[in-house]
């Protein structure tokens, strides 16, 4: 920091420049049965302090995993020198429907009151992206932020958002609305929770290994192709090494990019989702996130080859693999419009430049496994690549 009294002219008598930065450092285990009797990654992860822990589980995982609640207070009974149960692990709304409703503040407010945690207490959130976001958001805000251990339990948030270090809500009709920046204190993905995942969660997860691959890795994508048909079988094998190249991935990027908080204007891993994000708004979220994010792919590719940034071919190459894999790349919302006429999809492009700040900077595909930066993507460039959309799902 330096500070120091200059003389700056009439009206500034003096001006401190103020300048500091923090350093952040988290782990990304993997692992299988994590409340096995025998696993301690959870009690590592924790370190030799112990502390005061609340669960938090997506209650669609419940659903699969009714007798995860008592393994867990068996699992920390057996540790109480580690780990202190400050409650019941708790019971949270899965999917979407958790960041639509911003009571979910309160009941972690509340609970987390209750129970007395500090900041130095640690929210353990298990469960998919949704839960992870909501609960990620609420546990940020308590106390200017509890010690966050998340526990993603779908593909998509293992390979993507369980890693990162942004949770949100959504409000007025808009994804992510609110929300921070807010690292995790470790992320543990375990591959024993992907049994239970329906065939739908899945394959939509798979849209975001596809999106950061046709960015940054053609090797990966060309893995990706080679083992799609495999993917849709859900080989766990293949699975588990598509999470840990895409988590890898995303570690990289948020490191070597010195931007992890995305103050610049360039956001590679935001690549297919100013469609996608539009699009899970206005199908009312009967999209999953992966699903729009498919589509945001299909529509970003199509419109890459009208700019003359990809191949045909390289387009194809994508679509095909991910189509594959068992992805759409049609959904009805994509020729929804708006009162004026429009479609409705193409309002995604200025919500994204509000969202993001600054000028409107979109990352396409400069051919196949790396990106350049664009700043206008013309309304029939996007309508051009829905139609082209449209003649390829037709029978
Ligand atoms: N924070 C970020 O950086 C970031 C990045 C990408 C996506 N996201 C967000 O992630 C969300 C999507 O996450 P998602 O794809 O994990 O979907 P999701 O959280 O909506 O979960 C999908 C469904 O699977 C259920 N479920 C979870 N784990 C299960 C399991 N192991 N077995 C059976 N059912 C299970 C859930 O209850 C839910 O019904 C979106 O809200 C998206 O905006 C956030
Ligand atoms: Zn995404």
Redesign the pocket.
């Known amino acids: 920091m330096r500070l120091g009294s200059y003389f700056l002219g009439e009206s500034v008598l003096v001006k401190y420049q103020q300048s500091f930065s923090v350093n952040f450092q988290y782990d990304v285990v993997f692992t299988y049965d994590l409340f096995a009797p025998s696993n301690d990654v959870l009690s590592e992860v924790i370190g030799k302090q112990g502390g005061r822990v609340l669960f938090f589980i997506d209650d669609g995982l419940l659903v699969h995993w009714p007798q995860l609640p008592l393994a867990i207070q068996e699992w920390t009974q057996s540790r109480v020198s580690a780990v202190e149960c400050a409650a019941p692990p708790q019971s949270v709304p899965g999917g979407e429907r958790i960041k639509n409703d911003l009571t979910i503040m309160d009941r972690v407010g509340e609970l987390t009151a209750t129970c007395g945690l500090c900041r130095h207490s640690y929210a353990v959130i298990i469960g998919g992206g949704a839960v992870l976001d909501a609960v990620g958001f609420a546990a940020t805000a308590i106390h200017r932020g509890l010690r966050q251990i998340r526990i993603p339990t779908t593909v998509?948030a293992q390979l993507?958002?369980g890693v990162g270090v942004k949770n949100s809500l959504n409000r007025f009709g808009m994804k992510n609305y609110y929300g921070f920046f807010a690292p995790p204190f470790a992320v543990i993905n375990d591959s024993r929770f992907l049994e239970t995942l329906p065939v739908r969660d899945w394959i939509s997860g798979i849209s975001?290994a596809f999106?950061v691959a046709v960015i940054k890795d053609r090797s990966f994508l060309d893995f990706l192709w080679e083992n799609a048909t495999r993917l849709s079988e859900r080989d766990p094998q293949v699975m588990n090494r598509v999470i840990r190249r895409c988590a890898e991935l995303h570690l990289n990027h948020i490191r070597e990019s010195e931007d992890a908080f995305e103050r610049g204007l360039t956001r590679p891993?935001?690549f297919g989702?100013w469609a996608?994000h539009r699009l899970e708004s206005i199908s009312g979220h009967s999209l999953r996130?992966?699903e729009a994010?498919a589509l945001g792919i299909a529509i970003d590719l199509h419109c890459g080859v009208s700019l003359g940034l990809i191949s045909a071919e390289d387009c194809e190459y994508v679509c095909s693999a991910m189509e594959r894999c068992g992805l759409s790349l049609w959904h009805d919302s994509l020729l929804k419009r708006s009162p004026s006429g429009g479609l409705e999809v193409l309002a995604g492009i200025e919500q994204f430049r509000e969202h993001m700040g600054g000028r409107l900077t979109l990352a396409m595909p400069s051919g196949l496994g790396s990106y350049t930066d664009i700043s206008d993507l013309p309304h029939y460039v996007v309508v051009e690549a829905i139609e082209h959309l449209k003649r390829r799902s037709a029978p």
């Open positions: 998509l993507d958002s975001e999106k891993l935001d989702h996608a996130h992966g994010v």
